[in-house]
Structures are given as C-alpha cells and as structure tokens.
C-alpha cells in the first residue's frame, strides 16, 4: 500500500512565526497535494505539485507556498504564520491519473498558532 | 466554484440497519465519483469510486450513479459501529483532471 509520511506530527507556533510542513512518499507517484482541514469546510487544496520542480496553486494559496524538491518531497512554508492557519494539514499522493486515480494521504499535522 | 453538496450533514443508524448518503455536484461535466471514510482522530481513506451510471458493489457497500442528475449515493447494509466516520464525496477539479473538490462530509454514527 502507498505509504505517505508528514512531519512533524504536531506543531505549535505564534503569530508572525515561520513554519514548514514536510511530507515524503515512497511510491513513485507523480501527484503530490497539500490540503488543509476545518470543521465546516472539507477538505480544501492548498497546492498542488506534478513532479519534482512543479507548482500548481490550489483553491486556499494564500498565506501558502510550496516547493518540490524532489519526486518524494513536497514541502508546505507558512512564512507569516497567522492564528486563521490552525489547522488539520494533509498531504497526499496519487499515480499519473490525477483526479481518476485514488488519493493516499499521509497521517495529517495539526497546527496551531497562537 | 464548483461545489460538491453532500446529505445530511449527521446521520445515526443503529448496528444492523441501512445507512445511505447523497452527494450532488454542480458542475455538468464531472463524470466520476469518489467516497473517502476518515475515522476519527485517522486520514481519510479511498473508500469506492464509480464512473459508470448504475449501481457498484463492494461488500456491505453499494453506490449508485445517475449522470443525468449529477447524484451519487452510498449505501451501507448491516452498519457496524466500526462504520462511524467521515465520509466525504469527491469529484475531478472543474478546472482540469489533475486535483480534486471535496464535499464537507457527512458524519456517520452507528450506535450499538
């Protein structure tokens, strides 16, 4: 089964702080997606990345950026941390087919910025 | 924006009964359907997909597809409480094929 891991698990930073999500596949998948999660709200893509080098913006940027080192590694940067980011942050992978293929989320971190 | 509406928001069974749950989407072009389940406190899980119109069947699950309405339902024979989740329905981005749009869910509680 595809394995997706995040780190760290649990965050806490203040207002203004700076902040990075890290997430690692090991499946060779091409598709990578940061999604943040809300009660209320869902699931909602932050960003999204293709392959190594690639950046696509999702439906909540703000605030957000990412960076593909690598076809394993797609980091979340919150430079400006802001108390509207705590949240649940998920990342995941899927093969080639992008939207038609199944999704595998690794086990989420949650921020909270004080 | 796309939307995904899903209902009801909460539902309760009791242990051996039928949960169902409904999601509709407003885009005219999405043709495939996912369902996730996120256990509490776990990430969610592909449950089952379907792009056909009909009915597919995996289980104690069953979904069901009507293009024509954008309507997808899942329904659960013989809940067991180790059904008590999230489920969330999912359909492609309208804005290409590569990302998806999540609905907010629906909370299942099976009570023993």
């Known amino acids: 089964e595809a394995a997706v891991t995040q780190s760290p698990r649990n965050k806490v930073t203040v207002t203004g702080g700076n902040v990075t999500l890290s997430c690692r596949q090991t499946n060779s998948h091409n598709y990578m997606y940061w999604y943040r999660q809300d009660t209320g709200h869902g699931l909602r893509l932050i960003h999204y990345?293709?392959?190594?080098?690639?950046?696509q913006i999702g439906d909540v940027p703000d605030g957000y950026k990412a960076t593909r080192t690598t076809q394993e590694d797609f980091f979340l940067l919150l430079e400006l941390a802001s108390p509207s980011q705590t949240s649940l942050y998920f990342c995941?992978?899927?093969?080639?087919?992008?939207?038609?293929?199944?999704?595998?989320f690794g086990p989420g971190t949650r921020l909270t910025v004080l | 924006q796309q939307k995904v509406q899903q209902s009801p928001e909460s539902l309760i069974v009791p242990e051996g009964g039928m949960a169902s749950l409904n999601c509709t989407s407003s885009?005219?072009?999405?043709?495939y359907f996912w369902w996730y389940r996120q256990h509490s406190g776990k990430s969610p899980k592909m449950l089952m997909s379907i792009f056909s119109n009909g009915e597919k069947e995996e289980g104690r699950f069953t979904v069901h597809l009507n293009k024509a309405s954008l309507h997808t339902s899942l329904h659960i024979r013989d809940s067991q409480p180790s059904d008590s989740a999230l489920y969330l329905c999912?359909?492609?981005?309208?804005?290409?094929?590569?990302?998806?749009?999540f609905g907010k869910g629906t909370v299942l509680l099976v009570s023993p």
């Open positions: 995941a992978s899927s093969d080639a087919g992008g939207a038609r293929a199944e999704q595998f």
């Open positions: 885009d005219r072009n999405v043709d």
């Open positions: 999912a359909v492609p981005h309208d804005s290409g094929y590569n990302k998806l749009t």
């Open positions: 990345s293709y392959g190594a080098g690639n950046l």
